[in-house]
């Protein structure tokens, strides 16, 4: 099994930066696939960044140019560095994680979730 640990988020103004991780711990064959979704209040949840075992990034028009996503495969860790950060921005962040079991199946995993707030 496979648990996402995230860490980073918090209160911020408008126009600051704020970076958030998720540390991948349990027993797995591989991860693949890592990313970032956001969850706003009354909306659903929405793909912000992902990012390939290989490094290949894909990003929300919302976010491109402003957030960047990257992972550090030996820590199993994939980061968000959010800049220029916009009171749209406010929600909660959820770290995700495609994962092929020791079973060889795959499987979906969800981190707990951090708010981020953003405010004017």
């Known amino acids: 099994q496979v648990k996402l640990v995230e860490s980073g988020g918090g209160m911020v103004l408008a126009g600051g930066s704020l970076g958030l991780s998720c540390a991948a711990s349990?027993?797995?064959?591989?991860?693949?696939?890592m990313g970032w979704y956001r969850q706003a209040p009354g909306k659903q949840r929405e793909l912000v960044a992902t990012?390939?075992?290989?490094?290949?990034?894909n990003y929300a028009d919302s976010v491109k140019g402003r957030f960047t996503v990257s992972r550090d495969n030996a820590k199993y860790t994939v980061y968000l560095q959010m800049n220029s950060l916009k009171v749209e921005d406010t929600a909660v962040y959820y770290c995700?994680?495609?994962?092929?079991?020791?079973?060889?199946?795959?499987?979906?995993?969800w981190g707990q979730g951090t708010l981020v707030t953003v405010s004017s």
């Open positions: 995700n994680a495609q994962v092929i079991s020791l079973a060889r199946t795959n499987l979906e995993v």
């Open positions: 990012i390939t075992s290989g490094g290949s990034t």
């Open positions: 349990g027993t797995a064959f591989s991860i693949r696939d």
